[in-house]
């Protein structure tokens, strides 16, 4: 069968097209009022949670991932990492009810006294809060009475989270390493 001539017009559609798709893949933002997703009013929650940090036990819930061979000589235990899934719970007693978990990172970053950098998200799992995250990225001076670290985003009902965690260790047993810390959350999200 003999070819058909193109005709002109599926041509100029042909040509349209080309010159069409790059402007087109080229738009992959858009302005939108915030209401449209739900965003209306900005609130200011506040958590309170204690968070076990369980080094030393039959089931650890923080274990050594890596160390700089001088991690053990420095008294700020510099170059130590440390991965943990560790239980926040609402009461410090161990056993209380769990609200959520701290899972991340916590390293030595501080050559001179005890300076972890902290990298988690706390994952909650009760309440109106059970599959938000927060996230945390901060610096945890944990000899400290009081430290704070921002919270840097979120997710779920904690989207366009901001704000801030203040720790203060409730206990410590400098034997084993286990600690209970208490944690004041204070968040700005929609
Ligand atoms: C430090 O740890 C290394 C192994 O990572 C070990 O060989 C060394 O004996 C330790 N040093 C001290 C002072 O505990
Ligand atoms: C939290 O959400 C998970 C997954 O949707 C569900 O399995 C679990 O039962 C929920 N927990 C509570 C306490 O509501």
Do not use: W
Not at 126 to 150: C, D, F, Q
Request: charged share 15%; with cysteine; hydrophobic share 40%.
């Amino acid at each position: 069968m003999a070819k058909k001539p193109l005709s002109t017009h599926f041509l100029i559609a042909i040509f349209l097209l080309h010159i069409l798709t790059p402007i087109q893949s080229q738009q992959f933002s858009r302005k939108l009022s915030k209401n449209s997703l739900g965003f209306k009013k900005e609130k200011l929650t506040h958590l309170h949670f204690y968070f076990h940090d369980i080094v030393t036990s039959r089931h650890p819930t923080a274990i050594k991932v890596a160390a700089a061979p001088i991690a053990n000589t420095t008294r700020s235990l510099f170059g130590l990492m440390m991965m943990m899934d560790d239980p926040l719970t609402l009461t410090p007693e161990p056993r209380s009810k769990i609200v959520g978990r701290a899972q991340g990172m916590y390293a030595s970053a501080d050559l001179k006294e005890l300076g972890f950098l902290m990298v988690l998200n706390y994952c909650f799992t009760e309440g109106k809060y059970n599959g938000s995250t927060l996230s945390i990225l901060g610096r945890n001076a944990a000899l400290t009475p009081v430290r704070e670290m921002p919270v840097v985003g979120g997710s779920g009902l904690f989207r366009f989270a901001r704000g801030y965690a203040q720790a203060k260790t409730h206990s410590i047993d400098f034997t084993t390493g286990n600690a209970v810390v208490e944690y004041n959350v204070f968040v700005l999200h929609y």
